[in-house]
């Protein structure tokens, strides 16, 4: 049962701002980074595969990892979480959309305008200039055609700054939205944890949809103990019936 006063915040707001992670997209089968046996961080150590300092020690390890991402997510499909978040942007006068999630879901899903906080998994970016590249033959490690560097996922790593316009747009969304929606996210990575505390700072109503609430939840008017991809499709049923 869905509370009365998180319907009608719903239903009345102007500016609906949400956070995805990883969470949204564990239903298509895309595994979380920090869950007990299943997050891809109970593989891997971070520090050999998502830093700068990691690619130039060992760039063939770090695109092996990638290219088995890029695989497992281009296999996979958007699942209601993702396709109701789609449809919530035809449901409110406006939508912005922030994920941390590097894997195009929302956008597959019919999520247009999407902020990737953390970059694409898809995209190949030049070393040293930072220009995408188109993708050429699958060298083991691809240089850039214009000044001959290495080539690297377009993802953002630890310790890296995140690009200038997504921090914008997602942070004044976040000042100026009347509800915040934090789906599928530990909460734990900054600066992308600390959008939904702005948002509760600016008097937004702040939920959040997580099977396993974290320690921010406190800090928010409501946590939806549930899978993304139940609870999303119940939360748009019943605030539009
Ligand atoms: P995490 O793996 O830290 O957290 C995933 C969250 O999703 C957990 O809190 C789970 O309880 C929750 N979850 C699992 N299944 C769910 C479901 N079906 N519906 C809703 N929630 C579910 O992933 P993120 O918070 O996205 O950054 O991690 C943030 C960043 O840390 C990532 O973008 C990545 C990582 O290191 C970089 O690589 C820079």
Redesign the pocket.
Known sequence: MLPDDLLAALRNAQHVCVL?????S??SGVP????AQS???EHYD?LDL?TPEAFLRNPELVWRWYRWRRELVANAEPNA?HIALARLAGLVPKLTLVT???DGLHQRAGSSGVIE??GNLFEDRCFVEGCIVEPGVEDSVPTCPGCGAQVRPG????G?AIPERALHESFSAAAQCDVFLS???????YP??GLAEIAVKAGATVVE????P?GLAALFDHAIS????T?MPALLEATWP
């Open positions: 995805t992670g990883a969470g949204i564990a239903e979380t980074f920090r869950e997050g891809l961080w971070p998502a979480g941390q999630n590097v906080f953390h993802v953002i790593w630890f890296e789906i599928g996210t530990s909460s734990l990575v992308a944890a949809i997580n099977p396993n974290t549930a899978e993304a991809g609870a």
